[in-house]
T-cell receptor, first 117, second 110 residues
Framework: GAVVSQHPSWVICKSGTSVKIECRSL??????MFWYRQFPKQSLMLMAT?????????EQGVEKDKFLINHASLTLSTLTVTSAHPEDSSFYIC?????????????FGQGTRLTVV | GENVEQHPSTLSVQEGDSAVIKCTYS??????FPWYKQELGKRPQLIID?????GEKKDQRIAVTLNKTAKHFSLHITETQPEDSAVYFC?????????FGAGTRLTVKP
């Protein structure tokens, strides 16, 4: 199947700093990518939908200024957690779906475990 | 928007028994229903999917049923094995907008 690569797989940062997470589709062009947050033993919570060349669509309750999403190319989307705080510590996962045909499986990155100290 | 509910949240079965996980969805336009398995610390992996023009689909020990009228779909795992232990997510998708259920933690006891 298609491959989505997410980097880094884990990161520890100090409170107040920013962290960038990359999500790449390696063998297909993804016009749309999705960013999820997952707390321990909980579900995948959609944070935002990232569209190539346009602004991301954020879910209700997700701070746009805190979680900056950039989808500059058809194979790369980035999530930047700005001014990170300990409560931002979580598992972040991206996914991408090929543009056609619609409604195919979502391919997930391996996830990034963020720990803010 | 689409709302997907999944039950139960936890499920424990003896090895060899069957496991059933159920999901309901709200958007009648949803037409693609994948199931993902997520092992601890790993990315979700697709295990089976079904489209709205099909009522049932089977792949070895795994089967999925879909009732579009009632807007619910289910995952059935037969002859469960310890390696089936994981968190399972259902999802419903319309126009590439995929929403997930809350997940079911399945534990298969040897």
């Amino acid at each position: 199947g298609a491959v989505v690569s997410q980097h880094p797989s884990w990161v520890i940062c100090k409170s107040g700093t920013s962290v960038k997470i990359e999500c790449r589709s390696l063998d297909f062009q993804a016009t749309t990518m999705f960013w999820y947050r997952q707390f321990p033993k909980q579900s995948l919570m959609l944070m935002a939908t990232s569209n190539e060349g346009s602004k991301a669509t954020y879910e209700q309750g997700v701070e746009k200024d805190k979680f900056l999403i950039n989808h500059a190319s058809l194979t790369l989307s980035t999530l930047t957690v700005t001014s990170a705080h300990p409560e931002d510590s979580s598992f972040y996962i991206c996914s991408a779906m090929p543009p056609l045909p619609w409604n195919t499986e979502a391919f997930f990155g391996q996830g990034t475990r963020l720990t803010v100290v | 928007g689409e709302n997907v509910e999944q039950h139960p949240s936890t499920l424990s079965v003896q090895e060899g028994d069957s496991a059933v996980i159920k999901c309901t969805y709200s958007d009648s336009a949803s037409n693609y229903f994948p199931w993902y398995k997520q092992e601890l610390g790993k990315r979700p992996q697709l295990i089976i999917d079904i489209r709205s023009n099909v009522g049932e689909k089977k792949d070895q020990r795994i089967a999925v049923t879909l009732n579009k009228t009632a807007k619910h779909f289910s995952l059935h795992i037969t002859e469960t094995q310890p390696e089936d232990s994981a968190v399972y997510f259902c999802a419903a998708s319309v126009n590439n907008d995929m929403r997930f259920g809350a997940g079911t933690r399945l534990t298969v006891k040897p």
